[in-house]
């Protein structure tokens, strides 16, 4: 066999020379990343308005996007499988999760920049850490939650199948949990993305008390452009961005949207399936399926050297009280600490200032959920662009770059028409929220098994029986999970949506999102703790209250057995 796959190598093809050329393309970017890197440190680089210049800004803030999503996937898969599969966990997870989603980029910087700097001084590794952090949390949170949300729904006639088969926790976590879940994470992940690119302006070009750190990419470029009032750069940075994210779907995305086709929970296949030539491409490569099939027989060598694999997770189902007892008490040791720190920390507030703080968290509550009730239009266009192949294919990329495009970034003009931010605001936070649902209902629809739809046929449904009886119901998880995250990205977009200063002239919404800008800028870290304290308080008490017991019955009885 091993003499087999070694044949396969000296079949060269076209396939093998487009796949060796995009790996030496991929080293060389490498080369030039580690260059960069580990260069002498410089806290706010010089921007070139050159449109030349934005070839390599480009591919240094697609680098920081990509190697941020590599971070929120290894973190989703971790995280949400400990959420979904320990009750316990569960309970202090998921909270914390509603904590992380709400806190504002800025909310990260002051902490971030700090410990980076700190840990690499000398060099440009702090502040390209701190960058990609900023635009993690910027993907993490959506991914995570749809991850979570699919493991709590995997059909259990499936998992019993692969305990009686005998499959190891490890088998049944890649065979069917994180297979189960691939299309609503893959869809998840192009939303994540997207977040992430929305708040690139901040990751590059930030503040921190009377310190200014920028460094080189896109979003710096706009920023740059902006603040001199440079109209043809801020063109030039937008066509730069629409480029680059048509890339990203075509070829990355689209691959990956075909690819994960195979995972959908279907009987009856289905009448057009997804096809991508890059995907072609790999999959003809005789370089690439030399190495599929050798990590294939390395496999099958494992399995043969332990053909008694463990048992699933259906053993040891029962936790000791005593571990349980341990767990608690270490969750509460540590909360105890974290709390008496920060009630140290904030212990100078005045009761004015809480008053404000408090204030602005309920104006800005206001205009958060009004975006999330207006971005419910998602629901029908979702269904209407998953349920129907050629439409998915053909509007992806119109979708991608509307939902990755960095809102901020024509923020400006739509100010200088609506000037008034205590009620135009509401429009900006909806240019980022809005797209948590869409993308979270297009996953949902494009999940259903066409067996179920074929079943509709034959009794013979009308449209609106259909749509009550098996569109809706089928999405309302994924439109939850979707209304949870969206609403998390209104949080995380009032920083940037209720403060601007734009051409020096500074416009502002009475809201949390310009006060945690204005402690930020004036440096008064204690206050920003604060808010952003109450407002991850408050994201928690309306999940708690509200998103979760919706999630936990759409979850339960619309799931698919």
Not at 3 to 10: C, D, T, W
Not at 111 to 121: E, Q, R, S, Y
Not at 145 to 174: N, T
Not at 289 to 299: G, K, P
Request: with cysteine.
């Amino acid at each position: 066999m091993v003499r087999a796959i070694e044949k396969k190598i000296l079949h060269f093809s076209i396939y093998d020379v487009i796949v060796l050329a995009v790996l030496a393309i991929i080293v060389w970017g490498m080369i030039l990343l580690a260059h960069r890197w580990t260069g002498t440190i410089v806290y706010e680089a010089r921007i070139s308005m050159s449109p030349i210049a934005l070839i390599g800004y480009t591919f240094l803030s697609m680098s920081r996007g990509f190697i941020a999503y590599g971070l929120s996937l290894v973190f989703t898969l971790i995280y949400g499988y400990l959420a979904a599969r320990n009750r316990y966990a569960e309970r202090v997870l998921i909270p914390l999760l509603d904590i992380f989603q709400s806190i504002p980029v800025l909310g990260f910087l002051p902490g971030v920049i700090l410990a980076m700097i700190a840990l690499f001084p000398h060099s440009n590794i702090g502040l390209e850490f701190a960058s990609i952090i900023m635009i993690f949390t910027g993907q993490v949170w959506n991914m995570t939650f749809s991850f979570y949300q699919s493991l709590k729904s995997v059909p259990r006639d499936l998992v019993e199948a692969s305990e009686i088969y005998g499959f190891s926790k490890w088998k049944i976590f890649w065979s069917v949990e994180v297979s189960y879940a691939m299309p609503g994470l893959v869809w998840n992940s192009m939303m994540s993305m997207a977040g992430g690119w929305f708040f690139l302006i901040v990751c590059e070009s930030f503040t921190l008390g009377d310190k200014n750190f920028r460094l080189p990419g896109i979003g710096s470029y706009m920023a740059v452009a902006m603040d001199k009032g440079y109209v043809p750069g801020e063109l030039y940075a937008i066509i730069a961005m629409i480029l680059m994210i048509l890339a990203i779907d075509m070829f990355f995305w689209r691959p990956i949207v075909a690819w994960s086709d195979k995972f959908k929970m279907d009987e009856v296949g289905s009448e057009e399936e997804p096809k991508s030539f890059v995907l072609s491409v790999l999959k003809n490569s005789h370089v690439l399926r030399f190495f599929r099939d050798l990590t294939n027989l390395m496999a099958i060598r494992v399995n043969m050297s332990n053909p008694h694999p463990h048992k699933g997770f259906s053993q040891d189902k029962e936790e000791s009280k005593i571990g349980n007892l341990i767990f608690y008490f270490v969750i509460g040791f540590v909360a105890a600490i974290a709390l008496w720190k920060f009630m140290e920390f904030v212990g100078n507030v005045k009761i004015g200032n809480i008053l404000t703080i408090l204030s602005g968290e309920g104006l800005t509550a206001l205009r958060v959920y009004a975006s999330v009730a207006i971005s419910m239009w998602a629901l029908p266009v979702g269904i209407i662009i998953g349920k129907n192949l050629k439409l998915s294919k053909r509007m992806q990329p119109i979708i991608q770059v509307l939902a990755s495009f960095p809102a901020p970034m024509i923020y400006p003009w739509f100010v200088l028409l609506f000037p008034n931010l205590n009620w135009s605001s509401i429009i900006l936070m909806l240019l980022g929220t809005q797209w948590y649902i869409l993308f979270n209902v297009i996953a949902g629809a494009s999940s259903i098994p066409n067996q179920l739809k074929e079943a509709s046929k034959i009794l013979e449904f009308t449209k609106k029986e259909l749509w009550m009886n098996l569109y809706i119901p089928a999405v309302l998880p994924y439109l939850i999970t979707g209304a949870i995250t969206a609403a998390g990205g209104a949080w995380n977009a009032s920083i940037v949506a209720e403060y601007m200063n734009i051409g020096g002239k500074l416009y502002q919404a009475n809201g949390i999102g310009s006060l945690i800008n204005n402690f930020t800028n004036s440096g008064r870290l204690n206050l920003l703790a604060l808010s952003i304290f109450i407002m991850s308080i408050s994201v928690v008490v309306i999940n708690r209250l509200l998103w979760r017991p919706l999630q936990k019955w759409s979850t339960q009885k619309f799931k698919i057995e």
